[in-house]
């Protein structure tokens, strides 16, 4: 089972990103401020991470709330996930802007249901059809809404992040954070330290000019990251995306431990504890799979986005399934126990808790991982809409997997051929246990695209 995918104009998967100025207007940010207003009562939290052009679009989507009568709650700076862990606590809403991973230039806004999680397919499509046609409903002057300010938001995430972990979990252990002057900058190094961590930091200022690296923590940005845990002898050191929703990690040699082995890690410690799915995309590693069942844990996979994730892990609980873990391989994490969000300050922090009482460092546990071989390749296509069908007919004896594009398995080796954002590109993914099959499978791809 699961959730499936609706075509959406201006919301992405992720929500409504584009470039400060250009696309991302404040005239933007008030229309979907009056169209989430006109679809909704009571009071709305609303957010930011550290970009420059956050406050002029948390206004402009606040006096749109305001006018339709919703109360606005402005929590100021914060990440992603201690807005939606405040809303489920106490908001009737929420609207993060934010452009997650993006260079500093972009800015964007996510919308987040009652219950924290980011607004679904459906609710999306009647958002935009209101921005588009203008579908507003303004109130009187008596009706307009109040407006007030939560400078403590996010010490309330942090102390609902350190309360699921044992007191002192992390005493003896050195860790390095970088928020990479994004939003983290406020939650991650006060949550490590508050579980008994000595910390250290860098690009810890909130600064929307992003002076130290890109918002995006790739391997080239955190070089500075890896240094510092060399030279302090940390046992790891933890970065985040711009609105830390996401978490990686190096290990105590500074090397980037790649994120669904991440994930595997993580997934290992839960599923050694509890029984039941782990929930992920059809993009992510074979070895999330192999982890979960050596543990007697199962997967259910579900299509690119972690919105699916989250939605199909609620429905899957809803029915009665027991679901113990889940997110995406890229580093965001989503704890069903802590909230249906992928969070990075609680992988952070789970990150401690897998290390505590344990005399192997990070880069031993994760060497003791399986290895699988990934090929990743792009193509252009003429008809990336007739292609799912294509390749049904191309492959008629596998058993394919149609959760999101097409997903062939074989066994311990599978492909994931699946069209991505709006151009005619097809991207193409093989992983296998054995080199061999991999480049065997993935060749067979290449000669069905010359065809
Ligand atoms: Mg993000």
């Not at 938001?153 to 002057?181: H, L, M, N, Q, W």
Request: charged share 25%; with cysteine; hydrophobic share 40%.
């Amino acid at each position: 089972m699961s959730v499936k995918k609706l075509e959406k104009k201006l919301f992405g998967t992720n929500g409504v990103r584009g470039v400060t100025g250009v696309d991302m207007t404040p005239d933007l940010a008030l229309s979907i401020g009056m169209a989430f207003g006109s679809m909704r009562k009571g009071r709305i939290a609303v957010g930011r991470d550290t970009r420059t052009s956050g406050p002029a679009l948390s206004s402009a989507v606040a006096a749109g709330l305001l006018s339709t009568g919703c109360d606005v709650v402005d929590c100021g700076v914060l990440p992603t996930p201690a807005l939606q862990f405040l809303v489920r606590e106490r908001f009737d809403g929420g609207v993060m802007i934010t452009a997650s991973h993006n260079p500093p230039e972009y800015n964007g806004i996510k919308v987040i249901e009652p219950d924290g999680t980011e607004m679904g397919d459906v609710e999306t499509v009647a958002l935009e059809q209101r921005v588009f046609s203008k579908d507003f409903t303004s109130a009187d002057w008596d009706g307009v809404g109040e407006e007030e300010r939560a400078p403590g938001a996010a010490e309330e995430y942090v102390r609902a992040v350190v309360s699921r972990f044992e007191p002192g979990i992390g005493k003896g252990i050195t860790v390095v954070a970088d928020p990479g002057c994004g939003a983290a900058a406020r939650t991650t190094a006060r949550i490590l330290s508050r579980l008994g961590c000595r910390v250290l930091t860098i690009n810890a200022l909130e600064d929307g000019t992003f002076p130290g690296r890109m918002p995006e923590p790739s391997i080239e940005g955190l070089s500075a990251l890896a240094d510092l845990v060399r030279s302090t002898g940390a046992a790891f050191g933890v970065a985040h995306d711009g609105d830390a929703d996401r978490a990686v990690f190096v290990d105590e040699t500074g090397t980037y431990v790649e994120e669904n082995k991440e994930f595997a890690l993580v997934e290992r410690y839960i599923c050694a504890k509890k029984k039941g799915a782990v929930v992920t995309p059809v993009s992510s590693s074979l070895l999330i799979e192999t982890v979960a069942r050596d543990a007697g844990c199962s997967v259910v996979y579900t299509p690119v986005g972690s919105i699916y994730v989250a939605r199909t892990m609620i429905d899957l609980i809803a029915k009665g399934t027991p679901v113990v873990f889940g997110g995406e391989g890229n580093g965001g994490l989503i704890f069903p126990d802590h909230q249906f969000c992928r969070d990075g300050g609680m992988t952070a922090a789970m990150m401690v808790a897998i290390l505590a009482g344990k005399n192997q460092p990070l880069s031993a546990l994760v060497a003791e991982l399986p290895v699988f071989h990934l090929i990743k390749d792009k193509r252009r296509v003429n008809d990336p809409g007739s292609l799912v069908k294509k390749v049904q007919d191309a492959f008629p004896g596998d058993n394919l997997d149609l959760t999101d594009g097409v997903r062939i398995n074989r066994g311990q080796t599978w492909a994931l051929i699946r069209q991505s954002g709006p151009e005619p590109l097809v991207r193409v993914m093989v992983e296998s246990d054995s080199k061999k099959k991999a480049e065997a499978l993935y060749n067979e791809i290449m000669l069905f695209f010359r065809e």
